[in-house]
Nanobody, 119 residues
C-alpha cells in the first residue's frame, strides 16, 4: 500500500518555473515506478513522465520532453517534477501515481495539486 500527497502547485506567470513534490508513505515506494500525470478541465488525463524505482531511467512523451524533469529521492520517499518555461496550456491538476513492482498499471494515486499559469 502506498499513500501519495502532492504539493508545490500554485499560480505562476508564463515563463516561470515550478517544482512539484509527491511525498509517499508505505514500504513499497522504493520498489515502485512513479509517474506524473496532469488533467485539465474537459480534457483526458495525460502522462507527463515517469521514473523507474531506482531513479536511473525516465520516460517522457514527445509532447512533454524538454521542459519537464522527473527525479526521486528514495531516502525521503519523495518524487519531484521540475517544470520550466511554463505556458498557460500547462494549467492543470497534476497528480502522481505509483506502479509497484510486478504491476502493469498505476495502482495508487494522489489527490493532485493545481498548477495555474497566467498569460
Amino acid at each position: 500500500q502506498v499513500s501519495l500527497a502532492e504539493s508545490g502547485g500554485g499560480l505562476v506567470q508564463t515563463g516561470a518555473s515550478m517544482r512539484l513534490s509527491c511525498a509517499a508513505s508505505g514500504r513499497t515506494f522504493s520498489s515502485s515506478a512513479m509517474g506524473w500525470f496532469r488533467q485539465a478541465p474537459g480534457k483526458a488525463r495525460e502522462l507527463v513522465g515517469s521514473i523507474n524505482s531506482a531513479g536511473t531511467t525516465t520516460y517522457y512523451p514527445d509532447s512533454m520532453r524538454g521542459r519537464f524533469t522527473i527525479s526521486r529521492d528514495n531516502a525521503k520517499n519523495t518524487v519531484y517534477l521540475q517544470m520550466n518555461s511554463l505556458r498557460p496550456e500547462d494549467t492543470a491538476l497534476y497528480l502522481c501515481a505509483a506502479r509497484p513492482s510486478g504491476q502493469l498499471s498505476y495502482q495508487y494515486w494522489g489527490q493532485g495539486t493545481q498548477v495555474t499559469v497566467s498569460s
